[in-house]
């Protein structure tokens, strides 16, 4: 065992040094790398603007110049077509073979770039270092000299388009100062175009623009002009430019999906007689969309004559009802093992004016071979969503998205060794989209929680601790929640660089509390109740922000910090304990099994069969490597830190500094990206563990593959 740190690092090695030529032709070289060097540091171009337009991109590296797929392509023979061969060039990545010519091909690219940046007459020239079978080529830019927008000459033609543009002139975005460019010339070109077509200006696009740049004199004249015909048309083609709008609107879709007109009218925002608005347009194209029931939605705007035009909306068949099945699993060294399925029925048309029917049922089971210990939990659930806020007008949500008012039921049942739990929750809000931001609010919340068959220890730990007992007590858990999310990319996989920031709030029990006068009092606790059961008065907030840098073609790095702090108060001691915060598991201190770490530095709770360790605060972050290695398949490799606390400690191991309780782990990771879906599987190994004694809370590599040193998990998605 104690070799084994040994064995790994000599393999880890010998597979870095492997040749990556020995496939190579003779005569071929290996492009290893391209390099960009710009001369004038003053002038704001950067290497990272420029990569991207180099021809010929060299292999890609995981860490520190090695590239494991390379090496992989690099063992198979180039002169043998056998099954082993096919099978080592088919999962490593080949070598890419130098190509000369590309270079001067990337040189006029990047003069090109810079000249559409606006730095014009660049000079790129290049240099070719060979080290036996290696090529590095580097590019040196000298970014040409830049013109400033001295002034502007705006032409435009008469009538009602020219008092439009002269609304619109404070928000041009070429200004006098500006250094000239075609980039920004062409987004000033997509700012108005979507500015006067939502105006009602159907016939009008970006070619209706013209732009002459006067650099001879001695102040730099740009003349901002808007034509009636196109860049693409002569001159005796020219139009009017007149306002349009809307004709007849035809709405039509499938025999096979029965569905509400009045209700499809009320989503589409197009009406006959108002002023065309290509905005008006777009949303409408969204809020169909949005509804999940049909496909290929297809708005199709028909001029009539020179100021109307007709709508012509087709929308074809979906699939109404279906079911849906995930599946979580994870296992550890200790040899505990868990999985979570779960079964859901969906009816996406319900009463015919798209209304989501959800019914689900779920189930997590744990237990460890050869050992009497099990833990069984059971879940059906129901919803029923409706494409529209409840209690408001369809007039006062124009936007792309359209809210959804929510009604949900959820049955859970819970058999662990210690005791046995039902929870009965019944909820109603609301969902929706504003932009990138989303949006949960639940105004009524209500949930039952009841405790049965404890086991005699158990129940005597309880006695001995507020905190346990308060948050094991049969109780009603009534308040408001509510959640904000915010994403740069909306995708369900993302594919370049994003962010998100996720902010959650829970208060329970403060309509109550108001009755408090009127209802009786629970003797052995102080605590009031409702029809026999105490209710939960407590806050709880949580938050997380996360960012993922795309620095090379599939290759990112994902950072994550989350917290969160809950308190009870009034009527309660803690917080219940399906409201605490825990860290491990798939998507978090993935080191650990679930609920296995904290809260500090405490070791596992012994009255817990199956660990259970939760607290009334947590801190984490996350950090993680993705590289795509070849086919779907793409590597990780991560590290976290963080923890649960107490905020007033029950038991304190050590009087152990804060920081120290502070738990650390690292991994690596398999993923499957299918686009649609994309399937993890994540090896977690303990770094640093603070429940263990002093001198030992650092695991050394032997400890990592022995008991309780690490933990194998199986998820659905990035873990952030």
């Not at 496939?23 to 290996?30: K, M, N, P």
């Not at 840098?549 to 989350?562: C, E, H, T, V, W």
């Not at 296995?596 to 984490?620: H, N, R, V, Y």
């Amino acid at each position: 065992m104690k070799h084994r740190g040994l064995y790994l690092t000599l393999a880890l090695i010998t597979l870095a040094s492997c040749s990556t030529t020995r496939v190579l032709q003779e005569g071929q070289y290996r492009l290893a790398s391209n390099k960009i060097q710009i001369e004038d540091k003053r002038s704001g171009v950067t290497s990272s603007d420029l990569s991207s337009y180099v021809r010929q991109q060299a292999n890609t590296y995981l860490i520190f110049g090695w590239s494991p797929m390379l090496n992989i392509y690099n063992w198979s023979d180039p002169t043998k077509d056998d099954w082993i061969n096919r099978s080592l060039r088919n999962v490593g990545v080949a070598p890419v073979v130098f190509n000369s010519f590309q270079v001067g091909s990337s040189c006029e690219n990047i003069a090109k770039h810079l000249d559409y940046l606006g730095y014009y007459n660049s000079e790129v020239t290049s240099k070719v270092d060979t080290v036996r079978r290696l090529v590095k080529v580097t590019y040196f830019v000298k970014p040409g000299k830049r013109a400033r927008i001295d002034s502007l000459a705006f032409k435009v033609p008469e009538g009602e388009f020219a008092d439009d543009f002269k609304a619109d002139l404070p928000n041009i975005q070429v200004k006098p100062g500006d250094w000239l460019s075609e980039k920004s010339l062409e987004a000033e070109t997509v700012r108005g175009t979507s500015y006067f077509r939502n105006l009602g200006y159907y016939s009008f696009n970006k070619y209706n623009y013209f732009f002459t740049a006067d650099t001879l004199g001695p102040r730099n004249i740009l003349t901002y002009e808007i034509r009636n015909y196109t860049r693409n048309e002569p001159e005796f083609n020219a139009q009017p430019l007149l306002k349009y709008h809307i004709g007849e609107v035809t709405i039509s879709h499938s025999a096979q999906i029965p569905f509400r007109e009045n209700v499809l009218k009320r989503v589409c925002l197009i009406k006959p007689g108002d002023t065309y608005s290509e905005q008006l347009v777009n949303n409408t194209y969204n809020r169909l969309s949005s509804l999940r029931l049909f496909n290929n939605v297809g708005i199709e705007m028909q001029p009539v004559d020179s100021t109307t035009v007709d709508c012509r909306i087709n929308m074809g068949e979906s699939k109404l009802k279906g079911f849906k099945l995930a599946l979580d699993a994870s296992t550890n060294s200790s040899g505990l093992l868990g999985i979570s399925p779960n079964v859901s029925f969906y009816n996406k048309n319900l009463f015919h004016g798209g209304e989501w029917l959800s019914l689900g049922f779920s189930g997590n089971f744990q237990w460890q071979p050869n050992t009497t210990t099990r833990a069984n939990e059971f879940g059906v659930s129901a919803s029923l969503s409706f494409p529209r806020f409840v209690g408001l007008p369809y007039s006062l949500f124009n936007g792309p998205n359209i809210p959804r008012t929510e009604l949900q039921a959820a049955f859970n049942y819970q058999n662990r060794p210690e005791f046995t739990r039902f929870i009965t929750n019944m909820s109603y809000g609301y969902i929706g989209q504003e932009r990138k931001f989303f949006y949960q609010f639940y105004p009524l919340r209500f949930s039952v929680i009841k405790v049965d068959n404890m086991t005699t220890d158990f129940f005597i730990s309880l006695l001995r601790n507020l905190y346990l007992w308060d948050s094991f007590s049969d109780h009603i858990d009534a308040g408001v929640s509510g959640q904000v999310y915010w994403t740069s990319d909306t995708d369900l996989i993302p594919k370049g660089s994003y962010s998100f920031a996720r902010l959650g709030v829970d208060l329970s029990g403060n309509v109550f509390s108001l009755f408090d006068k009127w209802l009786p009092i629970e003797s052995n606790t102080n605590y009031h109740t409702i029809f026999g059961l105490t209710y939960s008065q407590y806050a709880r907030v949580d938050m997380q922000l996360g960012h993922c840098i795309s620095f090379a073609p599939g290759s990112s790095l994902a950072m994550r910090l989350a917290g969160g702090i809950g308190s009870g108060y009034n009527n309660s001691a803690s917080m219940p304990f399906e409201k605490d915060f825990y860290v491990g598991g798939a998507s978090s201190m993935r080191g650990w099994q679930v609920r296995a770490l904290g809260p500090g530095a405490d070791e596992l709770m012994e009255i817990f069969t199956i660990p259970s360790q939760t607290g009334d605060w947590k801190l984490e972050f996350d950090l993680e490597y993705r590289q795509k290695m070849f086919w779907k398949f793409e590597a990780a490799l991560f590290a976290e830190a963080g923890n649960v606390w107490m905020l007033e400690r029950v038991r304190l191991d050590d009087d152990l500094p804060w920081a120290q309780t502070i738990a650390a782990d690292w991994g690596i990771g398999l993923r499957l990206n299918l686009d649609f879906i994309l399937l993890r599987l994540d090896w977690g190994i303990k770094l640093y563990e603070p429940s263990r004694a002093a001198g030992h809370r650092w695991l050394t590599p032997a400890e990592w593959v022995g008991r309780n040193g690490s933990a194998l998990h199986f998820g659905v998605g990035y873990p952030f």
